[in-house]
Structures are given as C-alpha cells and as structure tokens.
C-alpha cells in the first residue's frame, strides 16, 4: 500500500493561515475516509479531522472554526486549510486513510509568536 503524501507546511506567524495537501498516487481520495492528524515530538499522533467518502467532515474541538477540511476529486487530493494559526498548533501533520495503512512522511509546520 503506498502511503498519502502531505505538502505544504513551513513557518508561520501566529495568527497566520496555511493549506496543506495530501495526495494519493495509489488511491482515490474521494472513495476512501481520509483523516489529518499531527503530532508533536514526544507526543502521541492526535487526530485532527476527516473527510468522509460521502462528504461528511468531523473535526476535533481545537480544529473547529480554525481548520476546514476539503476536497478536490479531480486532482485526488485532500486539503486542510489552518486558519488563525497558534504556536501550540506547531506539529508534523499527517493524512492517511481512516482504515489504517502506512504513514507517511508528514509536512512540517511551525508557528512563531
């Protein structure tokens, strides 16, 4: 099984937004529950939301009205859009089907106070 690929983390200033992306070479996105998680170093992996196969989206409390989760079929990939970004938000984030499988290398984001 060939893990989800995530982009579009970096360095941002507190109250900042980034989109990251999470594309499937292997899989398509739109038939399968995809979930972001992150996690910081020493810390379990949270989840942090999913896009469900039938559009239904479901997000952890700190994600709610910050993070919105979204879809594009055409180019097989699943985005998470971070709005009013927080230091505590720092974290590698990842995507990966909610049925499990590999992980995989996660993109990085950092926020500056």
């Known amino acids: 099984q060939v893990p989800l690929v995530e982009s579009g983390g970096g360095l941002v200033q507190a109250g900042g937004s980034l989109t990251l992306s999470c594309v499937g070479s292997g899989s398509t996105l739109s038939m399968i529950d995809i979930g972001w998680y992150r996690q910081v170093p020493g810390m379990v992996r949270e989840w942090v939301a999913t896009?469900?196969?039938?559009?239904?989206?479901n997000y952890v409390g700190f994600a709610m009205g910050r993070f919105t989760v979204s879809r594009d079929n055409a180019k097989n990939t699943v985005y998470l859009q971070m709005n009013d970004l927080k230091p505590e938000d720092t974290a590698v984030y990842y995507c990966?089907?909610?049925?499990?499988?590999?992980w995989g290398q996660g993109t990085q984001v950092t926020v500056s106070s």
């Open positions: 896009i469900g196969s039938s559009g239904v989206i």
């Open positions: 990966r089907p909610m049925t499990g499988g590999p």
